[in-house]
Protein backbone atom coordinates (compact mmCIF):
# COMPACT_ATOMS: atom_id res chain seq x y z
CA UNK A 1 0.00 0.00 0.00
CA UNK A 2 1.48 3.64 -0.82
CA UNK A 3 0.55 6.04 1.78
CA UNK A 4 2.02 9.36 2.95
CA UNK A 5 3.18 10.56 6.09
CA UNK A 6 2.78 14.42 6.60
CA UNK A 7 2.05 17.26 8.41
CA UNK A 8 -1.58 18.40 8.21
CA UNK A 9 -2.32 20.29 11.21
CA UNK A 10 -4.34 20.20 14.60
CA UNK A 11 -8.09 19.00 15.13
CA UNK A 12 -10.69 20.52 12.67
CA UNK A 13 -14.00 21.42 13.77
CA UNK A 14 -16.44 21.11 11.10
CA UNK A 15 -20.05 22.83 11.26
CA UNK A 16 -22.20 24.87 8.62
CA UNK A 17 -20.72 28.12 9.42
CA UNK A 18 -17.28 27.06 8.68
CA UNK A 19 -14.33 24.94 9.56
CA UNK A 20 -11.74 25.59 13.21
CA UNK A 21 -9.03 24.07 14.34
CA UNK A 22 -8.32 23.02 17.87
CA UNK A 23 -5.46 23.85 18.49
CA UNK A 24 -4.70 21.62 21.51
CA UNK A 25 -5.34 18.60 19.60
CA UNK A 26 -1.77 18.61 17.52
CA UNK A 27 -1.47 16.46 14.42
CA UNK A 28 0.68 13.76 15.88
CA UNK A 29 2.76 13.82 12.62
CA UNK A 30 4.70 16.25 15.11
CA UNK A 31 6.09 13.43 17.17
CA UNK A 32 6.75 10.84 14.65
CA UNK A 33 10.42 12.06 14.79
CA UNK A 34 10.84 11.56 17.90
CA UNK A 35 9.32 8.09 18.70
CA UNK A 36 11.40 6.44 15.94
CA UNK A 37 14.28 8.38 17.47
CA UNK A 38 13.35 6.71 20.81
CA UNK A 39 12.86 3.09 19.10
CA UNK A 40 16.19 3.56 17.44
CA UNK A 41 17.76 4.39 21.34
CA UNK A 42 15.78 1.37 22.59
CA UNK A 43 16.19 -1.41 19.75
CA UNK A 44 19.42 -3.10 20.72
CA UNK A 45 20.96 -5.90 22.64
CA UNK A 46 21.77 -5.51 26.51
CA UNK A 47 23.87 -6.10 29.02
CA UNK A 48 23.19 -5.75 32.86
CA UNK A 49 24.17 -3.31 35.16
CA UNK A 50 25.08 -0.77 31.96
CA UNK A 51 23.18 2.22 31.06
CA UNK A 52 22.59 3.48 27.84
CA UNK A 53 22.97 6.76 25.69
CA UNK A 54 21.37 7.57 22.66
CA UNK A 55 21.85 10.95 21.09
CA UNK A 56 18.69 12.83 20.27
CA UNK A 57 20.00 15.79 18.12
CA UNK A 58 19.60 14.02 14.88
CA UNK A 59 17.86 16.10 12.11
CA UNK A 60 14.48 15.59 10.87
CA UNK A 61 13.90 12.85 8.19
CA UNK A 62 11.67 13.76 4.96
CA UNK A 63 8.34 11.71 4.57
CA UNK A 64 9.64 9.10 2.27
CA UNK A 65 12.17 8.16 4.80
CA UNK A 66 10.84 8.37 7.56
CA UNK A 67 8.26 5.69 6.51
CA UNK A 68 11.22 3.64 5.67
CA UNK A 69 12.75 3.29 9.03
CA UNK A 70 9.36 3.17 10.48
CA UNK A 71 9.38 0.16 8.79
CA UNK A 72 11.93 -1.40 10.36
CA UNK A 73 10.28 -1.37 13.73
CA UNK A 74 6.77 -1.41 13.11
CA UNK A 75 6.50 -3.99 9.90
CA UNK A 76 2.79 -4.08 10.02
CA UNK A 77 2.86 -0.09 8.82
CA UNK A 78 0.53 -1.55 5.72
CA UNK A 79 -2.49 -3.14 7.42
CA UNK A 80 -2.46 -0.47 10.88
CA UNK A 81 -2.70 2.51 8.16
CA UNK A 82 -5.30 0.53 5.51
CA UNK A 83 -7.48 -0.73 8.55
CA UNK A 84 -7.60 2.88 10.04
CA UNK A 85 -8.05 4.13 6.64
CA UNK A 86 -11.31 2.03 5.87
CA UNK A 87 -12.73 3.49 9.37
CA UNK A 88 -11.89 7.02 8.97
CA UNK A 89 -13.51 6.91 5.51
CA UNK A 90 -16.74 5.28 7.28
CA UNK A 91 -16.22 8.15 9.71
CA UNK A 92 -16.67 10.62 7.02
CA UNK A 93 -19.30 9.22 4.97
CA UNK A 94 -21.22 8.83 8.10
CA UNK A 95 -20.74 12.66 9.30
CA UNK A 96 -22.49 13.18 5.83
CA UNK A 97 -25.04 11.30 5.92
CA UNK A 98 -26.29 12.34 9.15
CA UNK A 99 -25.33 16.33 7.92
CA UNK A 100 -28.00 14.86 4.79
CA UNK A 101 -30.75 13.64 7.65
CA UNK A 102 -30.28 16.88 9.95
CA UNK A 103 -33.54 17.83 10.57
CA UNK A 104 -32.62 21.22 12.29
CA UNK A 105 -30.33 22.55 9.73
CA UNK A 106 -32.12 24.73 7.00
CA UNK A 107 -30.96 22.89 3.37
CA UNK A 108 -28.48 25.80 2.82
CA UNK A 109 -26.98 25.30 6.00
CA UNK A 110 -26.87 21.60 5.71
CA UNK A 111 -25.79 22.20 1.61
CA UNK A 112 -23.12 23.84 3.52
CA UNK A 113 -22.33 21.56 6.09
CA UNK A 114 -21.53 18.52 3.91
CA UNK A 115 -19.43 20.71 1.74
CA UNK A 116 -17.22 21.83 4.66
CA UNK A 117 -17.10 17.88 5.07
CA UNK A 118 -15.97 17.28 1.88
CA UNK A 119 -13.66 19.92 1.68
CA UNK A 120 -11.78 18.36 4.66
CA UNK A 121 -12.06 14.97 3.54
CA UNK A 122 -8.15 14.48 2.72
CA UNK A 123 -6.74 16.63 5.95
CA UNK A 124 -9.64 14.18 8.09
CA UNK A 125 -8.06 11.15 6.33
CA UNK A 126 -3.96 12.42 6.71
CA UNK A 127 -4.70 12.66 10.42
CA UNK A 128 -5.80 9.89 11.23
CA UNK A 129 -3.19 7.81 9.44
CA UNK A 130 -0.57 9.97 11.03
CA UNK A 131 -2.70 9.30 14.32
CA UNK A 132 -2.77 5.35 13.66
CA UNK A 133 1.15 5.25 12.42
CA UNK A 134 2.06 7.18 15.76
CA UNK A 135 0.11 4.92 18.45
CA UNK A 136 1.36 1.92 16.66
CA UNK A 137 4.74 3.02 16.48
CA UNK A 138 4.13 3.69 20.90
CA UNK A 139 2.74 0.40 21.45
CA UNK A 140 6.07 -1.34 19.74
CA UNK A 141 8.40 1.00 21.98
CA UNK A 142 5.72 -0.56 24.55
CA UNK A 143 6.82 -3.45 23.30
CA UNK A 144 10.39 -2.85 23.48
CA UNK A 145 10.25 -1.73 27.37
CA UNK A 146 8.97 -4.83 28.15
CA UNK A 147 10.85 -7.16 26.08
CA UNK A 148 13.99 -5.74 27.18
CA UNK A 149 13.18 -5.30 30.82
CA UNK A 150 13.97 -1.51 30.74
CA UNK A 151 13.79 -0.15 34.69
CA UNK A 152 13.92 3.71 32.95
CA UNK A 153 14.12 5.72 30.14
CA UNK A 154 15.39 9.40 30.41
CA UNK A 155 14.50 12.29 27.87
CA UNK A 156 15.13 16.08 27.86
CA UNK A 157 12.40 18.21 29.10
CA UNK A 158 11.19 19.01 26.15
CA UNK A 159 6.98 19.17 25.35
CA UNK A 160 7.28 16.37 22.53
CA UNK A 161 9.56 13.96 24.39
CA UNK A 162 7.43 14.71 27.74
CA UNK A 163 3.63 13.70 25.11
CA UNK A 164 5.65 10.31 23.94
CA UNK A 165 6.38 9.59 27.55
CA UNK A 166 2.53 10.12 28.95
CA UNK A 167 1.41 8.04 25.49
CA UNK A 168 3.90 5.54 26.12
CA UNK A 169 2.51 5.39 29.81
CA UNK A 170 -1.01 4.85 28.31
CA UNK A 171 0.08 1.63 26.34
CA UNK A 172 1.69 0.12 29.02
CA UNK A 173 -0.93 0.46 31.76
CA UNK A 174 -3.81 -0.62 28.87
CA UNK A 175 -1.81 -3.75 27.88
CA UNK A 176 -2.71 -7.45 28.64
CA UNK A 177 -0.21 -7.69 32.16
CA UNK A 178 -0.52 -3.79 32.90
CA UNK A 179 3.07 -1.86 33.78
CA UNK A 180 3.17 1.03 36.59
CA UNK A 181 5.30 3.80 35.48
CA UNK A 182 6.43 6.72 37.50
CA UNK A 183 7.13 9.95 35.54
CA UNK A 184 9.26 12.82 36.94
CA UNK A 185 10.40 15.69 36.12
CA UNK A 186 14.31 17.07 37.83
CA UNK A 187 17.69 18.69 37.27
CA UNK A 188 20.86 17.19 36.23
CA UNK A 189 24.18 19.40 35.59
CA UNK A 190 21.70 22.32 34.58
CA UNK A 191 19.36 20.79 32.02
CA UNK A 192 16.03 19.58 32.83
CA UNK A 193 15.25 16.01 32.14
CA UNK A 194 12.03 14.08 32.06
CA UNK A 195 12.54 9.68 33.68
CA UNK A 196 9.76 7.57 33.18
CA UNK A 197 10.13 5.08 35.94
CA UNK A 198 8.80 1.56 34.79
CA UNK A 199 7.55 0.02 38.62
CA UNK A 200 7.89 -4.23 38.55
CA UNK A 201 6.39 -5.79 41.59
Known amino acids: MQF ?11 SHHGVTFDNNKV ?5 LNIVLQLLKALDHEYMEEKTYTYDTTTKRLDSRT ?11 IDAVVDDRDHIIEEDIAKELQDAKENTVLSAIDKETLENNITIM ?22 NLVRKHHLEYII ?17 LKKQKYPLDTKLDIYQEDGKLLAKLEIIRN
Not at 6 to 14: D, E, F, Q, W
Not at 27 to 31: G, I, M, S, T, V
Not at 66 to 72: C, G, H, N, P
Not at 155 to 171: A, C, D, N, R, T
Open 4 to 14: ELKYVGPKPII
Open 27 to 31: DKFDY
Open 66 to 76: LIDELYKYCPE
Open 121 to 142: HDYLVQRAINKSVYYYAIEVLA
Open 155 to 171: VPMYEKFVHILHSLQGV
